[in-house]
């Protein structure tokens, strides 16, 4: 059976065109001969029962008002079984340091795994990766900025891995931030794919195993860097490149009475901000730099930043160079 039949069987009332590589044609699903209301309660029941073999929330996961879930009418040009795995990533990834953990019955038993550290093929190795993850990094955050469907079978997500170190006395943390590209097995709506890509590193850097990205953790973890992190006030760090870091504040920082945010993007060195930032399409609020002085774990010490305010919203569309080391393709 081609994709095409194995769409119209999981969902009936469907004619897929299928976009072929090289193509510009639109990946489209149309209904046919079917009204409006069928279409959603096709759609209804094949979510019901992806959602019944994943084994996540059941019926209240799936008619949950306050999510939008259930009977929806998904966008035409994102089938079913992708719309509920992104339900289903968007309810589990924030759970990844929670007590519970998160659920793997979304991802098949071969998914191929890959990081800039890791390769596999079975799921027990993504198991692995989780449990080390947990155990070394336990109070950890995992902060979902953004997931679409970007292909037919292709789900991308954008993060921030915020890792207090567990065993360290002088307690680092490792920050990563990058995307996920998730591929979709369309029939059984199961995952069989979980591709990580870092923003700190570039193009072969992101192939495993990668030195650049073992010397980019090694690096934070030593005690000449945590203690070189300034004391700033409370914030997340939105996006980690080689050159720069985008934080957003909870306040306005030239004035504590406001109740709005503030998105800055943070240098150490002079020279290469702005020209970094406008690189990679970063939207200026002003070109001016600014310098400021922090006070840091070190006694008496001064760290010295170089910022400029931005105006920012994290996309799975910013740019992330893995150029020469894609491990999947829809």
Known sequence: MDKADSL?????????????????????????????KERTDSIASTQEEAASRLGVGGADFLNDPDKERGRQLVPEDVHPSV????????????????????????YREDVHFQDPQNNWHRLIGFKLNVWVLRLVFAGGKYLLHDIKATGENEITARWTFDLPARFWPWTPTVILTGITKYGVDLKNAKLNAHIDYWDNLAGKE???????AISSVIKQLQPMTAFNIPRDEPHEVIRKTKYYEIRRYAMDLTDSSSQGEEWIAVERAKGTLLRALKKDGIELKSEKEEVRRLDSSWPHKKIEEIYVPVSYTPSVYDP???????SWRM
């Open 83 to 106: 719309q509920l795995l992104i339900d289903v990533l968007k309810e589990e990834m924030p759970k990844f340091f929670s007590e519970n953990g998160i659920t793997t019955t979304m």
């Open 320 to 326: 992330v160079d893995f150029t020469g080391a894609e």
């Open 206 to 212: 992101q192939k495993p195993v990668s030195l650049a």
């Open 8 to 36: 119209q069987t999981t969902v009936p009332g469907f004619s897929p065109v299928i976009r072929k590589r090289g193509s510009n044609q639109k990946t489209t699903m149309q209904a046919t001969g079917t009204s409006s």
